[in-house]
């Protein structure tokens, strides 16, 4: 059974854990001990062995696994102008440990697309994929710009008001950014949110209406800004959007069911296929796929990233026969519910249950779909 846009029925949302030489390295870099040449040409080589890794299991997609990044979102949207970061700052772990979060993300100019930021990248991953494989760049969502600050955290110098001009700019820069890579030959592009999901979730509602924003409107507002990329889309080009619920060192950090957004997210944003995170109770059922119109797919994540051990065959076959009663089954496809390495941080997940959960994802499609 044949899809559109997607290189097969199976499919990962793009981060692998990190080689312990890789991380070395990054310490190093970090010290002064080598320079910015140095650490490329070992990522270089972590990259060429994690696609020949990838192409090993079964994999069509091919990533670069994430290696070059520190965090999903930060190392690409500080290097669009008019972004600035702030110095992480620790916070407190539930189980009483500290960990330094992410830099903040804070707009302090006009949004421009200076660089080609991924071009380098996709063209060096390119040049390792083997014939019969398609590769995939990841890029963190633009709503990653607004909804972590909300207003407070925009130039109002800037960007008066946000509308439309805040949000044509990170289009305008956004879409750039797609010509560029497709100029390269890409053709096949994920964009990841954690902010449609964070929003269906009740503490994150209610935190968003203290940044003064309505959570009920900001799912509709989102879809308009994504379409507003989605516009600009080179033609031949597959977009899809995976929605995260937050994924560091096998921690989640919201929960709930997508029935808040999924009119929004299915309906009215022009994406081509979206990866949803179903791997546990937390996601809530699959009704809000009913949502889904014709011609787009959905990339069901039910095997868990965050822990190693396996789930059944049978339960995944079960599980997507209940997906199925809301959405047709040829507009449905198979994944792990996140990365395995959003950031360099990676989860707590063994080497060897990355590859049995990737191949668990390859056999049971097959088994369903057919041999795609």
């Known amino acids: 059974m044949s899809l559109p846009f997607l290189p097969a029925r199976y499919d990962h949302v793009g981060s692998f854990l990190r080689p312990d030489y890789l991380l070395q390295a990054r310490a190093q870099k970090a010290k002064g001990e080598i320079n910015a040449e140095q650490l490329r040409a070992v990522e270089d080589k972590a990259i060429t062995e994690s696609v020949r890794f990838q192409e090993s299991v ?5 990533t670069d696994g994430e290696f070059r990044r520190t965090y999903f979102h930060i190392d ?27 830099p903040a993300i804070r707009v302090v100019g006009t949004i ?6 991924q071009g380098a990248d996709y063209d060096f991953l390119k040049s390792q994929v083997s014939a019969g494989h398609t590769p995939k760049v990841t890029i ?27 949000y044509d700019d990170v289009a305008k820069a956004y879409g750039d950014e797609l010509r560029s890579l497709a ?32 959570p009920n409107e900001l799912p509709h507002r989102y879809a308009a800004f994504i379409n507003k990329v989605v516009a600009q889309k080179p033609a031949g080009m597959t977009l899809a959007m995976h929605l995260c619920r937050g994924n560091f060192k096998s921690h989640h950090f919201a929960a709930g069911n997508y029935e808040p957004v999924a009119e929004a997210l299915l309906s009215e944003m022009d994406i081509d296929a979206y990866f949803l995170e179903y791997d546990d109770d937390r996601s809530g059922d699959f009704r809000p796929l009913r949502f889904l119109p014709k011609g787009k797919l959905v990339v ?17 076959k079960r599980r997507i026969d209940e997906a199925a009663k809301f959405a047709p089954m040829d507009q449905l496809a198979l994944s792990p519910q996140c990365g395995f390495s959003s950031t360099v941080h990676g989860n707590n997940i063994a080497v060897e249950d990355q590859r049995n959960k990737l191949r668990l994802v390859i056999e049971t499609a097959q088994e369903v779909w057919g041999d795609h």
Do not use: W
């Open 58 to 62: 079964g994999l069509k997609a091919i």
């Open 76 to 102: 690409f949207l500080e290097q669009l102008g008019g972004v600035a970061t702030d110095i992480p700052v620790s916070v407190l772990n539930p189980d009483g440990t500290q960990e330094p979060a992410p």
């Open 112 to 117: 421009t697309h200076d660089k080609c930021i």
């Open 140 to 166: 963190p969502s633009p709503t990653m710009l607004h909804f972590r600050g909300g207003r407070g955290g925009i130039s109002k110098t800037a960007y008066p008001e946000l509308d439309p001009v805040f």
């Open 183 to 214: 100029a390269a030959g890409c053709n096949y592009v994920q964009m990841d949110d954690t902010n449609l999901a964070y929003l269906c979730d009740d503490k994150m509602r209610e935190a968003a209406r203290q940044r003064g924003d309505d």
């Open 300 to 316: 069901l994540g039910l095997v868990t990233t965050k822990f190693g051990a396996m789930e059944s065959k049978d339960s995944l």
